[in-house]
């Protein structure tokens, strides 16, 4: 034998605009993931690698003046191919379940509808980036813009280039992503509202229906 496994593993990604709580959400996830006994990869994006991490710090918070949209889009490309091949590929081909906060949606719904580029000439690009490789589940986390702008200011930080965005780009990036829901393989909209605890358990059903020979069908 030599020790490749039979399946390769399974590709979960969460996505969702700022302040539905997706950070929280992937956190309980793994936590359920590692719970259940099944070996675990996490990634985030952009970052994840060390050149994928330096090109977040630029991205999010390391330029003065201003980034092209063009700019930002293919450096978050970039970062997409480096975890690709780095981190995500390798765990998945190794068996491993792999989990990442943010994945390709996040592209189509920030730089396709967000910043206007259009979602034709962010597929291109990004299938070069990805080298073709979709989630097995995305799940996108949904709240309504003026909720998820309370929930960001109830947050002590200081707000990076996305999070100082207007209502108007939010509002973008939000119809982005509900159309993307509609229209993509195996993405489901998850309604974010609630507890924590009420949309983990709504995270965990579309687990168990998108994954039955893992959960079987009432779950572990
Ligand atoms: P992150 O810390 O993941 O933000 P959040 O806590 O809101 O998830 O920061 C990533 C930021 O990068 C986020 O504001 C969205 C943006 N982004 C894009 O615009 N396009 C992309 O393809 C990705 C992956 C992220």
Redesign the pocket.
């Given at each position: 034998m030599s020790g490749i496994p039979e399946t390769r593993g399974r590709f979960i990604v969460i996505e969702?605009a700022?302040?539905v709580g997706?950070?929280t959400q992937v956190r309980r996830l793994a936590a359920f993931l590692e719970g259940a006994g099944l070996p675990l990869v996490m990634a985030?994006?952009?970052g994840g690698t060390a050149v994928g991490e330096g090109i977040?710090q630029l991205?999010?918070h390391g330029s003065e003046g201003p980034v092209a949209r063009e700019t930002?889009l293919l450096l978050?490309l970039a970062a997409?191919a480096s975890v690709v091949r780095e981190v995500v590929e390798p765990a998945l081909a190794a068996g491993k379940w792999v989990l990442s906060?943010?994945?390709?949606l996040?592209?189509f719904a920030?730089?396709g509808y967000?910043r206007g580029i259009g979602v034709d000439l962010v597929a291109r690009l990004n299938e070069y980036a990805t080298g073709g490789l979709a989630a097995d589940l995305y799940l996108v986390l949904d709240l309504a813009v003026e909720e998820g702008m309370a929930r960001q200011a109830r947050e002590a930080r200081s707000p990076?280039r996305?999070?100082a965005e207007d209502s108007t780009f939010r509002r973008a990036v939000r119809e982005g992503y509900l159309e993307l829901a509609r229209s993509v393989d195996r993405a489901v909209l998850v309604s974010a509202d609630g507890s924590p605890g009420e949309v983990e358990e709504r995270i965990r059903s579309e687990m168990f229906a998108r994954f039955p020979e893992t959960f079987g069908e009432g779950g572990v």
């Open positions: 969702g700022e302040g997706k950070t985030r994006e952009p977040r991205l999010l930002e978050i997409r906060d943010r994945f390709d996040s592209s920030y730089q967000g990076d996305f999070e």
